[in-house]
C-alpha cells in the first residue's frame, strides 16, 4: 500500500515515555500528523521526555518536538497547522473515529489489550505483552530489554511481562521509587536532583518514600498526583548525566525506529 508518509495520520494511545518517543521519531521520519490519546491526570515518571505534560501545561517540547494539547478533532488540526503534535485527553480514543487515522499505535503498556482491536485502522500496532499478532493486532512490537528488544511480531505475542526493571548501572528493582500507600504524592525535589541512599524523596499519606541508591532523579511523577500503593512514581540513575533526564532513552528510542519500520513496511511498499 502506497502511500506518502507525510500524509499519513496516526494516532497513539498514550503519550508517556515510551509514546512520545516514537512519536518523536515518527515526526522526525516526515511523518507529522499525530495525535496522541491519554488520561485527563497522566502519571508519567519520565515527564521531561513525555509529550503527556502538555495536558498539564499547555504546550511540551522533547528534543526539539512540540506538542500542543487539544480539545477536539478542530484542536487536533490546528496543533498540525502549528507544526506541531497534538495530545487530547481521551481516555476512551473517541478521536480515532473522528480523524479516521490510518495508523494506531497502542503505547499504554498496560501489560494487558485494554480494547485495541483491528478494525481501528489499516495497521494497528501494540507495544509489548497483551497483544497477539494478527488476532487483535496486526504487528506486536518487543520491548522487553534484551536480545530480542525492538522485534516486529507478525504472528504471535512479545515476552511476558517480568515486573523487573531493566538494568542501569547494575541497579534494577533498586532504582525505582514506588507509592508505599493510597493516596496524594509530596514531594520537593526536583527531576535531576542528586540524592543520596536514605534520602526522603517524598511522601505519600505521611509515608516516606526513600532513596534506595544514590544518583541522579531520572524522573518523578507531578507533586500532588493520586496515586495507588506500589504504582512507580520515580527513577535513579546511578550514572549521575543530568543530560539523561533531558533525552530520550535508548529502549525507548529502538522501540521508535521499529514502529517507523512496521508502518514503513505497509504503506512504502
Request: with cysteine; glycine share 10%; proline share 4%.
Amino acid at each position: 500500500m502506497k502511500i506518502e508518509l507525510n500524509q499519513l495520520v496516526v494516532g497513539i494511545k498514550g503519550a508517556g515515555e515510551m509514546a512520545s518517543a516514537l512519536a518523536w521519531r515518527l515526526y522526525m521520519a516526515n511523518i507529522k500528523a499525530i495525535f496522541m490519546m491519554e488520561i485527563s491526570h497522566p502519571l508519567a515518571v519520565r515527564r521531561v521526555v513525555s509529550f503527556c505534560e502538555s495536558i498539564h501545561k499547555g504546550t511540551a517540547t522533547v528534543e526539539g518536538v512540540e506538542a500542543r494539547k487539544a480539545d477536539d478533532a478542530e484542536g487536533i488540526r490546528a496543533a498540525w497547522n502549528k507544526k506541531a503534535m497534538a495530545v487530547i485527553a481521551d481516555p476512551h480514543w473517541t478521536a480515532i473515529h473522528a480523524m479516521r487515522p490510518q495508523v494506531v499505535i497502542d503505547a499504554i503498556l498496560a501489560k494487558v489489550n485494554t480494547g485495541t482491536d483491528t478494525a481501528e485502522a489499516p495497521l494497528v500496532i501494540g507495544l509489548g505483552p497483551g497483544f497477539t499478532a494478527p488476532a487483535d493486532v496486526h504487528m506486536v512490537i518487543e520491548t522487553n530489554r534484551g536480545h530480542h528488544l525492538g522485534r516486529i511480531i507478525t504472528d504471535g505475542s512479545a515476552e511476558p511481562n517480568t515486573a523487573i526493571p531493566g538494568n542501569i548501572g547494575g541497579y534494577m528493582e533498586q532504582r525505582v521509587l514506588r507509592a508505599p500507600a493510597d493516596g496524594i504524592f509530596n514531594t520537593r525535589h526536583s527531576i535531576t536532583d542528586l540524592v543520596k541512599a536514605g534520602d526522603v524523596i517524598g511522601s505519600v499519606e505521611n509515608e516516606k518514600v526513600f532513596a534506595g541508591i544514590e544518583g541522579v532523579l531520572r524522573g518523578l511523577i507531578r507533586p500532588g498526583s493520586r496515586v495507588s500503593k506500589g504504582l512507580k512514581i520515580g527513577d535513579i540513575d546511578p550514572r549521575k548525566d543530568k543530560s539523561y533526564c533531558y533525552t530520550i532513552s535508548d529502549k525507548a528510542r529502538a522501540i521508535g525506529g521499529s514502529v517507523l519500520e512496521a508502518i514503513l513496511r505497509v504503506f512504502n511498499s
